[in-house]
């Protein structure tokens, strides 16, 4: 444990991590007020009337109304307070807990980049991002020092690593090597776009974006890690993430990877940027080095890191139409998926039953993510339940679910003839989902 302390207490400089804190604080300032702008936050959080749940955080309820607009706008200032570096860890501390909180408020919301915004933001609250060019310093709250310990940078590098090693991982798969799935039904729409449109009605044009996409994913860290190939590779994530901006709305995903990739490039970069020389000695206030607890919690959490996206091995059938484990496991872009469940609620005393009209009950993006995830089934089988208990007293509710993946045709999906409210919405199997293959 003492020589991986002390490789891990070897100095560099601060200013790869200051560029990391500031442009991680502007990306979510500015994609947090485009978010208010486009008026998502009266579409995803105030005008659904019920919110689905992360298993085990069904106790997080949505706040009332009024109290939206201001955790939001809390939140955003949050996210300026931590660019600039003041009161840092007291902002970055307010901004997660908001952040978090709206993302488990409605599990429909999920998106990879905003779990990457909450792990990131874990690793910089370690990290002593405001001890340089920072208002901290200036206001004489912390002292300012050059050199760090290098285990802060190479924390946020592994992280980055994660990413990109299990979403290429995930891309060895037959729908996206040899259909070139979805892709070839995704680029069809952008034919239009001057020059290029009219090599994307070509399949090869998609076989050939699919396998560049994996190739990437597998490989780009291995390249921005070595001096030699790291500004080439630097000059492909911004190529290759551009790219899929412009091609693809997947919110601020790429920007987020181009602006983190900033962290693997030399100390001279960093250093030019804020006027430093290029070989910056220690200072009198150079921090001390990291404790061995601070190295076995981050280490604990980079071992959550590596074993949650394999837990869907521990599920039968295929994690990409069972939807078990396929959350936070790096899984992008690899789907074009759609579903439909009408459900029927009976009632066991009278006999009697009633189609239930799931508009009434949820938004249309509610209801698109719905259909096609079976734990999200199962919590709106009990709000029906519960909505209409008083005109049935003895509730059973059944649906029938379709479900159609990458271009395919339909399959049924879950168990028509099984009472969704006897049923457990837990991390076990679940054998009443009847696809559990792509055909």
Same mark, same amino acid.
């Given at each position: 444990?003492?020589?991986?302390?002390?490789?891990?207490?070897?100095?560099?400089?601060? &200013?790869?991590?200051?560029?990391?804190?500031? &442009?991680?604080?502007?990306?979510?300032?500015?994609?947090?007020?485009?978010? @208010?702008?486009?008026? @998502?936050?009266?579409?995803?959080?105030?005008?659904?009337?019920?919110?689905?749940?992360?298993?085990?955080?069904?106790? %997080?309820?949505?706040?009332?109304?009024?109290?939206?607009?201001?955790?939001?706008?809390?939140?955003?200032?949050?996210?300026?307070?931590?660019?600039?570096?003041?009161?840092?860890?007291?902002?970055?501390?307010?901004?997660?807990?908001?952040?978090?909180?709206?993302?488990?408020?409605?599990?429909?919301? #999920?998106?990879?980049?905003? #779990?990457?915004?909450?792990?990131?933001?874990?690793?910089?609250?370690?990290?002593?991002?405001?001890?340089?060019?920072?208002?901290?310093?200036?206001?004489?709250?912390?002292?300012?020092?050059?050199?760090?310990?290098?285990?802060?940078?190479?924390?946020?590098?592994?992280?980055?690593?994660?990413?990109?090693?299990?979403?290429?991982?995930?891309?060895?798969?037959?729908?996206?090597?040899?259909?070139?799935?979805?892709?070839?039904?995704?680029?069809?729409?952008?034919?239009?776009?001057?020059?290029?449109?009219?090599?994307?009605? #070509?399949?090869?044009?998609?076989?050939?974006?699919?396998?560049?996409?994996?190739?990437?994913?597998?490989?780009?860290?291995?390249?921005?890690?070595?001096?030699?190939?790291?500004?080439?590779?630097?000059?492909?994530?911004?190529?290759?993430?551009?790219?899929?901006?412009?091609?693809?709305?997947?919110?601020?995903?790429?920007?987020?990877?181009?602006?983190?990739?900033?962290?693997?490039?030399?100390?001279?970069?960093?250093?030019?940027?804020?006027?430093?020389?290029?070989?910056?000695?220690?200072?009198?206030?150079?921090?001390?080095?990291?404790?061995? &607890?601070?190295?076995?919690?981050?280490?604990?959490?980079?071992?959550?890191?590596?074993? %949650?996206?394999?837990?869907?091995?521990?599920?039968?059938?295929?994690?990409?139409? &069972?939807?078990?484990? #396929?959350?936070?496991?790096?899984?992008?872009?690899?789907?074009?998926?759609?579903?439909?469940?009408?459900?029927?609620?009976?009632?066991?005393?009278?006999?009697?039953?009633?189609?239930?009209?799931?508009?009434?009950?949820?938004?249309?993006?509610?209801?698109?993510?719905?259909?096609?995830?079976?734990?999200?089934?199962?919590?709106?089988?009990?709000?029906?339940?519960?909505?209409?208990?008083?005109?049935?007293?003895?509730?059973?509710?059944?649906?029938?679910?379709?479900?159609?993946?990458?271009?395919?045709?339909?399959?049924?999906?879950?168990?028509?003839?099984?009472?969704?409210?006897?049923?457990?919405?837990? @991390?076990?199997?679940?054998? @009443?989902?009847?696809?559990?293959?792509?055909?």
């Amino acid at each position: 444990m003492k020589a991986i302390i002390q490789v891990l207490n070897r100095r560099r400089s601060i &200013t790869p991590l200051v560029t990391f804190r500031i &442009t991680y604080g502007l990306l979510l300032f500015f994609s947090s007020i485009r978010f @208010w702008y486009q008026g @998502w936050i009266d579409a995803l959080f105030i005008d659904p009337t019920f919110h689905f749940k992360y298993y085990g955080f069904h106790w %997080v309820k949505m706040c009332p109304d009024y109290f939206i607009t201001p955790l939001f706008f809390t939140m955003i200032l949050a996210a300026l307070c931590v660019a600039l570096g003041f009161f840092y860890r007291y902002a970055l501390s307010v901004f997660l807990v908001l952040f978090t909180y709206f993302e488990l408020v409605d599990a429909t919301n #999920y998106l990879n980049h905003h #779990y990457l915004v909450i792990l990131f933001g874990l690793l910089l609250l370690f990290a002593p991002a405001h001890r340089y060019f920072s208002l901290d310093v200036r206001r004489g709250s912390v002292l300012s020092t050059a050199q760090i310990p290098r285990f802060y940078i190479l924390a946020i590098i592994l992280q980055i690593a994660i990413v990109y090693t299990y979403a290429g991982i995930a891309k060895l798969n037959s729908d996206w090597l040899f259909e070139a799935m979805p892709l070839r039904i995704w680029i069809l729409e952008y034919q239009h776009i001057p020059v290029v449109g009219g090599l994307l009605r #070509y399949t090869t044009t998609a076989f050939i974006f699919s396998w560049f996409a994996a190739f990437y994913d597998c490989t780009i860290i291995y390249f921005l890690l070595f001096s030699k190939t790291r500004k080439w590779a630097y000059f492909t994530v911004i190529l290759f993430h551009f790219l899929t901006a412009l091609f693809f709305n997947i919110g601020i995903f790429p920007w987020l990877m181009i602006l983190s990739n900033l962290i693997f490039l030399s100390d001279s970069f960093h250093n030019r940027l804020y006027r430093l020389k290029k070989n910056i000695a220690s200072t009198p206030n150079s921090l001390p080095g990291i404790r061995s &607890t601070t190295v076995i919690i981050i280490c604990i959490f980079f071992i959550i890191q590596l074993l %949650v996206p394999l837990r869907h091995l521990a599920y039968s059938g295929n994690t990409m139409v &069972t939807e078990l484990g #396929y959350r936070f496991g790096w899984r992008v872009m690899l789907l074009e998926k759609a579903g439909i469940a009408t459900f029927t609620l009976k009632d066991e005393g009278t006999k009697r039953s009633m189609e239930i009209a799931n508009r009434e009950y949820l938004t249309d993006f509610q209801e698109k993510q719905m259909a096609i995830q079976p734990d999200f089934m199962l919590q709106f089988a009990a709000h029906i339940a519960e909505k209409n208990s008083h005109i049935v007293k003895s509730p059973s509710v059944y649906v029938t679910s379709f479900i159609a993946l990458n271009g395919r045709v339909s399959q049924p999906f879950i168990q028509a003839d099984i009472d969704l409210l006897q049923l457990d919405d837990d @991390w076990s199997d679940k054998p @009443w989902i009847t696809c559990r293959s792509i055909p």
